[in-house]
C-alpha cells in the first residue's frame, strides 16, 4: 500500500504516461479488431482448434472481461518484470522500488530552499537530518581552518582547506556507506601520510586536476552524488585573529581550541575570547554563495563552534549584507555545550549577543534551543550544557525543542534538529502567508 499510495500524488509525472501506454494499447486493440472484423466477413474456414482457442463457447461479453482482465495482468506482469530487468542494476540501493526513489527525488525537489552556514561537525550534523526533507539546500562552509591535515594543506598546496568541505560532502553523499567511510579514513601514525584524511587528498586531487578549489568541488560533489551544493564563503585565502579580553591576541583558528579549558566552570589559562575578525577584512564573498542567501526561503546559521566557524562567514561583509537583504526566515541555532576555550560558562544569550555583537545588528528572526538537558555526557566531557540563562530581547522567537543526540549530550541529532526546523519554518510560512491575505484580502474577508 505504501508503494502504491507513492503513484497518487499530483506532479510525479508517471500517471501521464501510464494513461498514454495505455492509450496506446487500446488503438492497437481497436486496430486489431478492425482486422478481425474484415477478416471474419470473409468467408474462410478456419480449424477446429481456433474455435476452442477464441472462446467461441462463451458469449462476447463473458469473452471481452475476460481477455481485458488477462490482458491488465500480462501488461503489469511484462512492466514489472522489464524494471527488474533493465532499470533495477542502475538504481544506487539494491532492493530499491523505482516508484520510491522517484516519488523521494520528487517530494526533495518540492522542499524549501534551506541555506546552512557554518562548518565543521555542526554544519555536516545538520545537513545530514536536513538532506531527507529538501534537495534544495545548500551549506556555506568557513575556509579559516588552519590546523591539522587542511592546515598542512594550506600552506603546501596553496588551497582552501578542504577538511569542513570533505565533512559536508559525506553528509549529503547518496553513495554506498563504505564510500563515506573512505572519505572520512584518516591514515595512521607511522605513515608519511600521518593525519592526512582521504577526503582531504582527494579534495586536493580534484582541485589539481580541475584547475580550481571550486570547480573540484563541485565535481567531486557531482561524483558523489550528493543532495544539494556545497559552497565556500568566499575563494580569499582569510586568517582568523581573535582578541582576548585581556587585549592579547591569538593568531590563527587552530591555535584558539581548547588552550582556554575550564575546570568545574571555573575558566583557567587563557583569558576569553573577546572578539574576532579575519585578514583580509574586504575578503569578498564567493557570488554564487551570495545568490543562494538572496533566493533562499530559510537560512540557517549554526550550530558549531561560535569563533571559528559560524563568524568567520559572517564577517565576509558580503555574506553578511546578503542575509542581511534576504527575506528568507533566519534561524540561529544554539549550541547545546559549551566549547573548553571559545565559550566557557556561556548561556544561548550570550551565543546570540556575541554574534549581535560582531555584526552589529539584529539579524535572526528566531533561535532553536535544546531543552533535554540530561543527555549522556562522553568520556572526554570538558564541557557544561548551554541552558536559557535569561530572557532574550524583543522581537526574536524562541522555538525550545528536544534537539540533542541522547547519547551524546555535546552533538545535535540530526533528525531532531532537521524536524524542528521543518516545523519552523511551515509554521513561520504559514503566519506570513496568513498575514499577506489579510493585508491585501478586502474588509469582508480580513
Known amino acids: 500500500m505504501t508503494h502504491l499510495s507513492h503513484w497518487l500524488p499530483l506532479g510525479m509525472r508517471i500517471k501521464r504516461w501510464i494513461a498514454l501506454l495505455i492509450l496506446g494499447i487500446v488503438l492497437l486493440c481497436l486496430s486489431a479488431d478492425y482486422f478481425l472484423r474484415a477478416l471474419y466477413s470473409v468467408d474462410i474456414r478456419f480449424p477446429v482448434w481456433v ?50 526513489i522517484i516519488y523521494h ?17 555542526g554544519l555536516s550534523v ?4 536536513l538532506k531527507a526533507y529538501t534537495g534544495n539546500l545548500t551549506g556555506i562552509v568557513t575556509v579559516a581552518d588552519d590546523g591539522g591535515s587542511s592546515g598542512i594543506l594550506r600552506r603546501e ?161 558580503d555574506i553578511l549584507c546578503a542575509i542581511c537583504a534576504s527575506a528568507a526566515y533566519k534561524v540561529f541555532v544554539c549550541n547545546v555545550a559549551t566549547e573548553p576555550g571559545e565559550t566557557d560558562s556561556y548561556h544561548v544569550k550570550d551565543f546570540l549577543a ?10 535572526f528572526d528566531a533561535a532553536i534551543i535544546n531543552t533535554h538537558l540530561s543527555a549522556a555526557r562522553p568520556a572526554y566531557w570538558r564541557s557544561e550544557v548551554v541552558t536559557d540563562g535569561s530572557a532574550f530581547r524583543d522581537g526574536i522567537e524562541v522555538i525550545a525543542a528536544d534537539v540533542v543526540d541522547d547519547n551524546n549530550a555535546v552533538r545535535h541529532d540530526p533528525a531532531k534538529l532537521a ?19 489579510r493585508k491585501t484580502s478586502p474588509p469582508h474577508l480580513a
Open 419 to 437: 524536524r524542528t526546523l521543518l516545523r519552523a519554518w511551515a509554521e513561520h510560512s504559514r503566519r506570513t502567508n496568513h498575514f499577506s491575505l
Open 354 to 363: 556575541a554574534v549581535e555583537r560582531h555584526v552589529d545588528r539584529y539579524i
Open 105 to 121: 527525488q520528487r517530494r526533495l525537489r518540492r522542499g524549501p530552499k534551506i541555506v546552512a552556514i557554518g562548518g565543521g561537525t
Open 51 to 100: 474455435w476452442y482457442l477464441t472462446l467461441q463457447s462463451l458469449s462476447r461479453e463473458m469473452r471481452g472481461a475476460l481477455f481485458f482482465v488477462l490482458g491488465v495482468v500480462l501488461i503489469v506482469v511484462a512492466l514489472l518484470r522489464l524494471n527488474r530487468s533493465l532499470i533495477a542494476p542502475l538504481l544506487p540501493h539494491r532492493g530499491a522500488q523505482v516508484i520510491d
Open 157 to 317: 598546496m596553496g588551497i582552501l582547506p578542504p577538511g569542513d568541505f570533505r565533512q559536508c560532502l559525506a553528509a549529503l553523499a547518496e553513495v554506498e556507506p563504505l564510500m563515506t567511510k573512505l572519505l572520512r579514513y584518516r591514515f595512521h601514525e607511522g605513515s608519511s601520510l600521518e593525519g592526512h584524511s582521504l577526503g582531504n587528498l582527494m579534495m586536493a586531487a580534484m582541485t589539481e586536476i580541475s584547475g580550481s578549489f571550486e570547480v573540484g568541488l563541485r565535481e567531486l560533489g557531482r561524483v558523489l552524488a550528493i543532495t544539494g551544493e556545497i559552497l565556500p564563503s568566499t575563494l580569499d585565502s582569510i586568517v582568523l585573529v581573535a582578541e582576548l579580553r585581556d587585549k592579547s591576541y591569538v593568531i590563527g583558528e587552530s591555535n584558539m581550541h581548547e588552550d582556554h579549558a575550564s575546570v568545574s566552570g571555573v575558566p583557567t589559562g587563557r583569558a576569553p575570547i573577546e572578539r574576532v575578525f579575519i585578514k583580509p577584512a574586504q575578503a569578498a564573498g564567493y557570488p554564487e554563495a551570495v545568490r543562494a542567501i538572496l533566493d533562499a526561503d530559510m537560512i540557517v546559521v549554526g550550530p558549531g563552534s561560535l569563533y571559528t566557524s559560524i563568524l568567520p562567514n559572517l564577517l565576509v561583509k
Open 126 to 129: 545538520m545537513l545530514t537530518g
